[in-house]
């Protein structure tokens, strides 16, 4: 059975600091790699996505991500943070042999700091 | 296009009691989906519907039914809520083929007392 795990329950980083939110997945084939960020009180808003080509995908909101093979992992990536990121943010897998049902992992919430 | 919307926002029931979550989206997709949300524990899949007309459980079915009404809406029924099923609930959609892409609604916070 495919898992994910978010090592990090919460990160606070400075306003204009760089991120890494970091995602391990297991998962014996290639997966297809989700990030989502929710907002307080909102849904989840889809930020990027991989499902194969370049490992490193590009997002909405300045985001990126890096898909490793080797170490089974898709972290999430800022250069420079805005106060507007401050969020809870979770990765999710999915594969072909479990069609479009993802599983999550338990999330990384981001606090910014002025 | 609204996307995916649920009903109600809120709600408060007394254990024991019975409601019925509504959910639709507007964007022609096959499969639909009931997850909740609990601190900590990340989202958990209740059940979900590949197409119209399909049901199957997910994660952590007990104490919930669903009916895929038609393509557009996916409604969660709790007969007899408890206290445990205080939670965030979200439903979401996805098109067939989409990779796991999937577009989720608000939420509906619930409490049991």
């Known amino acids: 059975a495919q898992s994910v795990t978010q090592p990090d329950i919460h990160i606070t980083v400075s306003e204009g600091a760089s991120l890494e939110l970091r995602c391990n997945y297991s998962?014996?084939?290639?997966?297809?790699l989700f990030w989502y960020v929710q907002s307080p009180g909102q849904g989840l808003q889809l930020l990027l996505k991989y499902f194969s080509g370049d490992t490193l995908v590009q997002g909405i909101k300045g985001f990126e991500a890096e898909f490793k093979r080797s170490q089974s992992s898709f972290n999430l990536r800022k250069p420079s943070v805005h106060w507007s990121d401050a969020a809870e943010y979770f990765c999710a897998v999915a594969s072909k042999s479990s069609g479009d049902k993802l599983t999550f992992g338990t999330g990384t919430r981001l606090a910014v700091r002025p | 296009n609204a996307g995916v919307t649920q009903t109600p926002k809120f709600q408060v029931l007394k254990t024991g009691q019975s409601m019925t979550l509504q959910c639709a989206q507007d964007?022609?997709?096959?499969?639909m989906y009931w997850y909740r949300q609990d601190p900590g524990m990340g989202l958990r899949l209740i059940y979900y519907?590949?197409?119209?007309?399909?049901?199957d459980k997910g994660e952590v079915p007990n104490g919930y039914n669903v009916s895929r009404l038609n393509k557009r809406e996916f409604s969660l029924r709790l007969e007899s809520a408890a206290p445990s099923q205080t939670s965030v609930y979200f439903c979401a959609s996805s098109a067939v083929g989409g990779g796991g892409e999937q577009f989720f609604g608000p939420g509906t916070r619930l409490t049991v007392l």
């Open positions: 998962y014996g084939a290639t997966p297809y």
């Open positions: 964007m022609n997709h096959n499969s």
């Open positions: 519907s590949a197409s119209e007309g399909t049901t």
